[in-house]
């Protein structure tokens, strides 16, 4: 009875982190003051207002890096090989870690995927950082493009070049999920339940899921190189977007890290019941790709408000 106690309280703590990275809070939720947002808060309760609190601090975080990336550029400006080069490149890495805390897709996609599968540190380690890697690639790529061919600037640039992609990818993300959820139910169906053994997370579905899920330019990078592009320092906006990539893969590939652990300590608690890791696995596999759909519909849904 405990174990199974155990098990429902662990399933409850991951569908909590699971639901509220992406959605909770945005661009025009942060923006909000806190007097405005107070009745719904409480309204949606004790974790809600936790959330929607450590993301007023992290968009506080951002806007306060920003505003010192902003004065070290003008120094950089001056004096290209100075210090304040150096303090760029750090403070683009620190920005890159604190930018994954907010609002994204990416953490939840890496945490649905290693619930329905079995992976190991280094393989959360690689799907992290490759999904951040494409995910601040397309950025690099559409304002680049935007900058050079089209001669838009800024968010003009992000706006009038990634729409097309974003909507694409969104439909993929949708895709992804559907898969995993209709393979995990073909699996439990009376000639296919055969007690099979945890799904591994191979090479090819990491490679895959990374590259879908970051196609989506990333903000925040588009505006640190956009920065870097107005001040005609290509190079130093191209190794900041270096510095910020690795940030936030650290900071995504943690997520994958509590997904791997939670599903071992779940596994761990069913014991040796091969009746219950099947169980426990068909449920992961069901929940990742539900959450993935739901994932992917609110991404389309909020793009077209």
Known sequence: MRKILLAILLVLCMLSIAQGSPFTGGKHGASKSIEQ????????????????????????????????????????????????????????????????????????????????????????????????????????????????????KGSRALSSASAPLQTTSYYLIIGLGIFILLHALYEVLPRNNKKHAPKEANTKGIVTVAVISGLVPCPGAALLLSFALSLNLLTTGLLGTLFFTMGMGITTSLFGFFSIHSRKILMHVAGRSSTAISILHTSFSVLAGTIIIATGWLLVATSQL
């Open 37 to 152: 947002s107070a009745p719904v808060q409480h309204k949606a309760g004790f974790f809600a207002l936790q959330y929607s609190q450590i993301l007023r601090k992290v968009n506080l975080a951002q806007r306060t890096m920003r505003a010192k990336m902003t004065l070290l550029g003008r120094e950089i400006k001056k004096h290209p090989n100075g210090e304040a080069f150096w303090a760029f490149l750090l403070f683009s890495f620190l920005y890159g870690i604190i930018h994954a805390l907010g609002p994204g897709h990416g953490k939840s996609i890496v945490f649905s995927y290693f619930l329905g599968r079995k992976g190991t540190m280094l393989k959360g380690v690689i799907m992290g950082h490759l999904l951040t890697a494409v995910h601040t690639l397309s950025a690099i790529i559409v304002v680049l493009g935007a900058y050079f061919l089209l001669n838009l």
